[in-house]
């Protein structure tokens, strides 16, 4: 998942040095969404092994 977080924060950064505001803007929005969805799930996974391991 971080992966498709780096792919469509460089796609990003190549539509807006091309002048694409608006597909810049969905790509990093996207990209945002995927880091935070990631940041989430692995906080969780430690967390779980943090307890499990208790």
């Keep these: 998942m971080l992966r ?3 792919i469509f924060l460089v796609v ?3 539509a807006a040095f091309f ?3 608006g597909v810049a803007g ?3 929005s996207i990209a945002q969404i995927l880091f935070y969805i990631f940041l989430a799930v692995f906080v969780i996974s430690l967390i779980m092994s943090l307890v ?3």
């Design 52 to 54: 499990k391991r208790a």
């Design 19 to 21: 002048g694409f505001g």
């Design 4 to 6: 498709y977080a780096l």
């Design 12 to 14: 990003a950064l190549i």
């Design 26 to 28: 969905t790509a990093a």
